[in-house]
């Protein structure tokens, strides 16, 4: 027999956890170290609160950044 089953928490993680150091948004679901960590203690309107600012944090995430890798990068350091 199994036990209670747990409620599904939805969450925007996408296993991709790094985290920008300019800004302090994990690149892969735009949350804060400290949003991630208390994620399953939060509350359903405190989780929601967060996923409403996701999709303007991730717009921000890639508007000015540079790319500094693929080949100008790999040809930059050959020459």
Avoid: F
């Avoid at 209670?4 to 920008?20: G, N, S």
């Avoid at 939060?42 to 929601?48: F, L």
């Avoid at 967060?50 to 000015?64: C, K, S």
């Amino acid at each position: 027999m199994n036990g209670p089953q747990l409620p599904a928490i939805e969450t925007p993680c996408v296993k991709v956890c790094v985290v920008d150091p300019e800004t302090g948004y994990c690149i892969g679901c735009g949350r804060t170290r400290s949003e991630i960590g208390a994620w399953l203690s939060m509350s359903a309107a405190d989780r929601r609160q967060v996923m409403d600012a996701l999709p303007e944090r991730m717009a921000n995430l890639t508007r000015h950044k540079s790319r500094r890798g693929g080949r100008r990068g790999r040809m930059s350091g050959a020459l």
